[in-house]
C-alpha cells in the first residue's frame, strides 16, 4: 500500500514538473518565427514602420494623413520582420481615425506596406 502512495506521488511530481516546463516555454512562443508579440509603442523600429506606413498611404491616396499615435504594436519574427500596428491617425479636414496596419521590414532594413484597413481596433491590434 506504502509502495502505491510512493508511486502516485511520483507521478504527480512528474506531472508536475512537465506542467511548469510547458507553463514557462509557451511565453517565449510568441517571439517564435511565425507568432506575433506585443512590443512598445515607442519602440524605435515600430515607430518607423509607422511613419513609414503614414507617408506610403499618404502618397498612394495623394491625402494628407498624419500619425497622432501608435496604439498598440505587435512584431512577428519572419525573414525580416512584420509589424503589426493599431494606429491613430489625422486624416484630411482634421478628422481622426484608427487603422490597422501591417508593414514588412527585410533583413536589409528595406520596408512595404502590406496592409492599411481602417479599424476600431476593438482589442488594440489584431488576431494572431
Known amino acids: 500500500m506504502e509502495k502505491i502512495v ?15 516546463v510547458f507553463v514557462f516555454a509557451s511565453d517565449g512562443f510568441g517571439q517564435m ?3 506575433y508579440k506585443v512590443i512598445a509603442s515607442d519602440d524605435t523600429a515600430a515607430q518607423d514602420a509607422a511613419e513609414f506606413a503614414v507617408v506610403t498611404q499618404s502618397a498612394k491616396t495623394a491625402k494628407e494623413i498624419s500619425l497622432i499615435d501608435i496604439v498598440k ?6 525573414a525580416g520582420s512584420n509589424y503589426r500596428m493599431c494606429l491613430a491617425i489625422d486624416t484630411v479636414g482634421g478628422e481622426t481615425a484608427s487603422v490597422l496596419v501591417v508593414v514588412y521590414v527585410d533583413l536589409k532594413g528595406n520596408r512595404k506596406l502590406i496592409s492599411w484597413t481602417a479599424s476600431d481596433c476593438g482589442d488594440g491590434g489584431g488576431e494572431d
Request: glycine fraction near 12%; proline fraction near 0%; hydrophobic fraction near 60%.
Open 73 to 78: 504594436a505587435e512584431r512577428q519574427i519572419v
Open 6 to 20: 510512493i508511486n502516485k506521488l511520483r507521478y504527480a511530481g512528474i506531472f508536475a514538473v512537465i506542467a511548469m
Open 33 to 35: 518565427a511565425g507568432g
